[in-house]
């Protein structure tokens, strides 16, 4: 990884009104958590926190959207206005570049993610319950993270559009497809972090669809080979524009 | 004084020149941007002379490694400098797009570009390339306040921080003041004379004419001269040029004017004439007395074909 990339890629990411926005969706399962603590008192504290909270909220939703508009800003927006250019331009294995990308956008995602994680379970459980379950949820988020943004890093190498492939990909394969279809779940970053997340706790009130070592497996696998196609798509870039 | 790169590519001992095509193509799809070209390129300063979409920038994204060539070659120190990232230790880059990320000042900008090639004393090479393009008054303000002229001089100083022995520069005084031209020019003269090699891309021909050795004119994506300038430039003039006049008797100014000996031909047209000469001055100092001596008033007279495109159409089609 380079330090310089990676150093510019945060002051990018960084920026005022993109930080406030993904700040504020942070803020939100904190916000839903204490309105949940304040109100219903009849629901079991530790199943709504492992399925509406962590996985229904937070898992679906946070992780996936943070990820997204920090992967994908790290390199689709450099390639759209052109400042790639000063990356590429010099005695640099693009490797480097990809990793340096991959790092910048994975941890802003994983600590707001992680987080937001953290602070709503424990506002929701209140003391209550296992408290491997937020621990899990802070690890596997921040797996997910990592997994999220290499594949949306890739997809903005791929399209310039990567924003909204994104969008479908998180809310109609993930959200519609792996939820009608049992088979296709092997190929969903959001069932990964799930039963990476049932793995590392004891709570059994999670409806995790993967086994925890299968979803690990398959986590690291994918995002190992996203990288991998990453670089290799980066090594072969093209652009009629860059000049 | 400029410091050399540490070590020298093994081509650099070399006879062949700094770059070198041969049946050169690239297209896009059915689009073809660059036809066949040949041509090569030693130290000193060439101009790649074209009207905009003639594929100028196209050729220059070839010789930085940019984009592959579709057929042909593209060679930089007998290098293809297609994914060959260790050529950008010799290479420095202008592209013709402003944008430079806004939030960085311009010294960090530099700075960072002197880090990305892990130059030894990367803080001393940047107040050397700041200095270079006299920008040292602005350097702690961030980009996003530049004007364009001076963005244009800081991606300057950043495509020199590293010393490069070659230099591409895609229209690089586009937006730039007149005063900040002429520095440009100087500093660019400056490198040549130390034996760099610098191509610039320009649509201007006075530019190429007032700072290019070489020019490599280019057209619809073909060669269609190259060359010293001087000869280039006689080709232009010595073209055929057309008129339109317009009198107060167009037929009898038509009977007068083919007497006259630059004059290869005379049309009636709609409310006026149509003149080709051979010899554009002589053909203008010949109209005014051959108009008065036929009792003809002049209302109207005009080069019909004076846009850089019908220069470069002649120079491609002759």
Redesign the interface.
């Known amino acids: 990884m380079?330090w310089?990339?990676f150093v510019?890629s945060l002051?990018?990411l960084l920026?005022r009104r993109r930080m406030f926005a993904l700040i504020a969706l942070a803020l939100l399962p904190l916000l839903i958590a204490l309105v949940f603590r304040t109100g219903n008192s009849e629901t079991d504290p530790v199943d709504w926190t492992a399925n509406a909270l962590l996985n229904g909220l937070i898992v679906t939703t946070l992780l996936p959207l943070v990820t997204l508009v920090l992967s994908t800003t790290s390199l689709g927006m450099e390639i759209e206005?052109?400042?790639i250019?000063?990356?590429?331009?010099?005695?640099?294995?693009?490797g480097q570049v990809i990793m340096a990308k991959l790092a910048a956008s994975w941890l802003p995602a994983g600590v707001l993610v992680a987080l937001s994680t953290a602070l709503s379970g424990l506002i929701a459980l209140e003391g209550s319950g296992d408290s491997t379950l937020i621990l899990a949820f802070v690890v596997s988020s921040i797996l997910g993270a990592l997994a999220y943004s290499a594949l949306f890093l890739f997809l903005s190498l791929l399209t310039t559009r990567a924003l909204i492939v994104g969008l479908i990909y998180v809310f109609i394969w993930e959200g519609v497809v792996t939820e009608l279809f049992a088979g296709t779940r092997i190929l969903s970053i959001r069932q990964y972090t799930l039963g990476v997340g049932d793995l590392l706790t004891q709570t059994t009130e999670l409806d995790a669809h993967l086994g925890g070592p299968m979803a690990l497996t398959l986590m690291l696998a994918v995002t190992s080979a996203v990288v991998a196609l990453a670089i290799r798509r980066l090594?072969?870039f093209?652009?009629?524009?860059?000049? | 004084m400029i410091e050399q790169p540490e070590a020298q590519p093994p081509a650099a001992q070399t006879i062949e020149p700094t770059i070198k095509l041969e049946n050169a193509s690239r297209w896009?799809g059915n689009l073809v941007?660059v036809s066949d070209i040949s041509f090569s390129v030693s130290p000193g300063i060439t101009g790649l002379l074209g009207p905009n979409g003639a594929g100028k920038?196209?050729i220059?994204?070839m010789v930085?490694g940019?984009?592959?060539p579709s057929s042909g070659s593209v060679r930089v120190r007998g290098q293809s400098p297609w994914?060959n990232?260790?050529?950008?230790?010799y290479?420095g880059?202008v592209?013709?797009?402003e944008?430079?990320?806004p939030?960085?000042t311009g010294y960090e900008f530099v700075l960072?570009?002197a880090?990305?090639?892990?130059l030894p004393n990367p803080k001393e090479a940047t107040v050397r390339a700041v200095r270079m393009v006299d920008m040292e008054e602005a350097q702690h303000r961030a980009t996003g306040g530049y004007s364009k002229g001076m963005k244009q001089r800081l991606k300057l100083a950043?495509a020199l921080v590293h010393n490069p022995l070659l230099l591409l520069l895609?229209e690089p005084f586009n937006g730039v003041d007149p005063a900040q031209r002429l520095h440009m020019m100087g500093v660019l003269r400056d490198l040549a004379a130390e034996g760099r090699t610098i191509v610039f891309s320009s649509h201007i021909l006075e530019e190429v004419e007032r700072l290019a050795d070489g020019v490599l004119v280019i057209v619809s994506g073909r060669l269609a001269a190259s060359g010293d300038f001087h000869r280039i430039r006689r080709l232009m003039t010595d073209r055929p040029h057309a008129f339109v006049i317009r009198s107060s008797d167009n037929r009898r100014l038509a009977a007068a004017l083919i007497e006259v000996q630059s004059v290869k031909g005379v049309e009636l047209i709609d409310g006026g004439l149509s003149v080709r000469a051979s010899d554009f001055g002589a053909f203008a100092l010949a109209v005014p007395p051959v108009a008065r001596d036929a009792g003809v008033t002049l209302y109207e007279f005009v080069p019909a074909d004076q846009s850089l495109e019908s220069v470069f159409s002649y120079l491609v089609n002759r």
């Open positions: 380079n310089e990339v510019l002051r990018q920026g206005d052109g400042t250019m000063y990356l590429l331009s010099k005695p640099l294995p693009r090594n072969r093209e652009s009629r524009s860059l000049f | 896009f941007a920038s196209t220059l994204q930085a940019f984009l592959q994914r990232d260790k050529l950008y230790r290479t880059l592209p013709e797009r944008a430079i990320y939030f960085l960072l570009n880090r990305l090639h892990k950043a895609d």
